[in-house]
């Protein structure tokens, strides 16, 4: 059984400018990152938890050594396609 509360992908900031951004109105600051075709089954999951505070947790670790390495795709879709079933609900509730 998986925890619904943790999503764990790997992930790396952009090679832009702004990948990292300090308010200037003592807001704190935001973060953009790059996450790979292969952890979109997971990092998709976030959808569902927009509205929430998150306890984020950093860990360096070295990036995948060919891009050819496959994720569990039918894992993956499943996930997807709950994400966007529970996605649909909500909507229609708010109607």
């Keep these: 059984m998986t925890d619904e509360r943790k999503i764990e992908f790997v992930a790396a900031f952009p090679a832009i400018q702004g990948a990292i951004r300090i308010t200037g109105d003592g807001n704190g600051m ?45 894992y993956d879709a499943h996930v997807l396609d709950k994400i966007l079933q529970e996605i649909n609900a909500s909507e229609g509730e708010s109607e």
């Excluded at 292969?38 to 070295?62: D, F, N, P």
């Design 30 to 74: 935001r973060i953009q990152l790059d996450i790979p075709e292969i952890e979109m089954g997971q990092a998709a999951r976030l959808i569902l938890m927009r509205e929430k505070a998150l306890k984020v947790t950093v860990e360096i670790c070295e990036p995948p050594k060919s891009k050819s390495i496959k994720s569990n795709d039918d």
